[in-house]
């Protein structure tokens, strides 16, 4: 497929943009301390609760599993995998702001999450020189990447290369999209990883044809060697 065909049929948006992301969280983090709201579960309640229902049943994971939530927003979905007894779970975000609600909202629940600002796209970054996660997990950012208003398609190569560098041998990577089917994730993961599990989202009937706005793919570290 050409790069501009997989460059994909939306365009650059906002919501590429730091600039978005950092206002939008300036906000939620000004609403959270006036009024404990912790802001918008991306992707909503119901498709969260599907992937920490996949965490929980334990087939591929451990409670004592390194996780790292790549774009971790509010941090929403890390909380409610330290509720459900995860005890290594780390957010990274390129958004101060991010971090700083995700913090004040974890410490409000009372669980224990590493947070830090940092860039997936940015391999100076500390975190790429920290330990090795067994998981990252990932509910928009790839998504957000693929909306970027410049050189998308060498930024969404550098994901790949990037979270691939951050996950131990063998490691899993669950990303969610709402942007990418389950086809084109296949073939954009396609050269450092190979797809392991799915995690289902309801689905919809149009045209005679069967879909779903939400693709989850678990994907494992294919061999660099």
């Not at 790069?3 to 300036?26: C, I, N, Q, R, V």
């Not at 830090?116 to 996660?133: G, K, T």
Request: proline share 2%.
């Amino acid at each position: 497929m050409a790069d501009d065909e997989t460059a994909g049929s939306f365009g650059p948006s906002k919501l590429g943009t730091k600039e978005y992301w950092d206002a939008a969280y300036e906000r939620e983090k000004t609403n959270f301390e006036d009024h404990a709201d912790v802001g918008e579960i991306w992707f909503g309640e119901d498709c969260m609760e599907r992937i920490v229902d996949w965490f929980r049943e334990g087939l591929l994971v451990q409670t004592d599993s390194r996780i790292l939530d790549i774009g971790c927003g509010n941090g929403a979905l890390l909380v409610e995998m330290a509720k459900e007894g995860f005890t290594s779970l780390t957010g990274m975000d390129y958004s101060q702001p991010s971090v700083d609600l995700a913090i004040a909202i974890s410490n409000s629940e009372n669980v224990n999450i590493a947070y830090q600002r940092a860039d997936i796209l940015n391999e100076e970054d500390p975190i790429f020189s920290a330990d090795r996660f067994d998981i990252c997990t990932d509910k928009g950012t790839y998504d957000a990447i693929s909306l970027s208003p410049d050189d998308v398609v060498q930024k969404r190569q550098t994901y790949v290369n990037h979270v691939h560098r951050l996950l131990k041998d063998a490691g899993l990577l669950v990303i969610t999209s709402c942007n990418w089917t389950k086809e084109e994730l296949l073939e954009h993961f396609s050269s450092g990883f190979e797809s392991v599990d799915e995690i289902r989202h309801p689905t919809f009937k149009f045209g005679g044809k069967v879909g779903t706005t939400t693709t989850s793919i678990v994907f494992r570290k294919k061999d660099s060697g």
